[in-house]
């Protein structure tokens, strides 16, 4: 029955892990679907490419930074237990890979390609599982010092704040640093738009994106005897309710409507398994609305050229998610309890805290010595010529 066991908690987390890496092809084409034609060709080399160097930079440091574990030993202790760690290890990797997926679709068009891949080894290595052990590992204390001051301990099932808060928050100072695409914003005051290139590649990038999220969440679970309907009906409910909610607030406009499922499923990560499937609902269309919001002020108010809203979309409505478990996860609004608000709020802002330290410290280093941003006739002439040779739909055919 062990044996049984052990295999059949491998399987369940290699396939949740199969599920979350298949989102990754939903960045890019959500990320190609929003860009011009012109930077489309790198929007799918930078998903990939950083998926791989997340891949080593994890295995080798981030996921001994997290949890404390080494994969320099034997294949034969590796393979103990079915190889559960290593398909652990697999799994979390993909929700770490997301963090450079999240900055790539706020820095697109205008970012160079190999400060990027540095500051992504950077990032995956050192500065995501730095809080990843603190939320998920207990490091440092700061779990215990937060259920000894509030009762409870900071509640994030799957990665509202941990992945997503982060991701958001980090490309913040990248986006600031780089500056608008050249005219974004024109000096009289005035708006360019640049509207997407590809609604359909851009629907397809949200259909990929929400079905990969049911194994995003429900498989965040970890073994086979915890798995939850719970989790995947509100997963469901926060996906539909942001949709109608950024159907309504943005006016009809496809490019809201296809991220508002993204906003809601963001926002129910942390509580998911806590909620009551109408409390789930109710976050995802409150996240619905506030990515609409929020990412229109970002755009036309501020004036900060985030190419995709991962600020909003991911730092904002990952940060409403950390403090809604606090909210929908207590019995008297129908959730299981077990958390308390004052702790949701106390790790929410630390994740939040350490994601915008790290953007700064990363992004700003790699200005200061590198230089972020393609020279003025590169980013006129697209990424896709400059940094590939190639355009997504060259205009003439080789003949041979």
Known sequence: MDALKQGADALFILL????????????????????????????????LVDFSVSTIA?????????????????????????????????????????????????????????????????????????????????????QAWITATTGFAFHDFAGSVVVHAVGGWIALPAVLFLGARANRYRKDGGISAHPPSNIPFLALG???????????NVMSAQTLDKISGLVAVNSLMAMVG?????????????????NGPLAGLVAVCAGSDLMHPLGALVVGAVAGVLFVVMFTATQNRWKIDDVLGVWPLH???????????GIFGQQALGGLGGVSFTAQLIGTALGVAWALLGGVVVYG????????????????????????????TPDREVSW
């Open 58 to 142: 994890y295995f080798v440091v981030g996921y001994g930074v997290a949890y404390g574990a080494s994969f320099f030993v034997g294949a034969e202790t590796l393979a103990q237990k079915n190889g559960y760690e290593l398909v652990k290890f697999f799994f979390l990797l993909t929700f770490a890979a997301a963090i450079p997926a999240i900055i790539s679709g706020g820095i697109a068009e205008r970012a160079k390609f190999w400060p990027q891949l540095i500051a992504t080894a950077v990032i995956v290595g050192l500065v995501y599982p730095f809080f990843e052990g603190i939320a998920w590992n207990g490091h440092f204390g700061i």
């Open 242 to 258: 942001g949709t109608l909610a950024a159907l309504i607030a943005g006016k009809n406009d496809p490019g809201f409507v296809h």
């Open 206 to 216: 949200a259909w990929i994106l929400c079905v990969g999220w049911f194994g995003f």
């Open 365 to 392: 280093t790699l200005k200061a010595v590198m230089g972020l941003r393609l020279s003025q006739e590169e980013e006129n002439d697209g990424a896709d010529l400059t940094i590939h040779r190639i355009s997504a």
């Open 16 to 47: 949740g892990g199969i599920m979350v890496l298949a989102m990754h092809a939903g960045f890019a084409f959500l990320e190609l679907g929003t860009v011009r034609k012109k930077n489309q060709v790198n929007a799918l080399v930078k998903i």
């Open 315 to 325: 730092g904002l409505c990952g940060t409403w998610g950390g403090l809604a478990a």
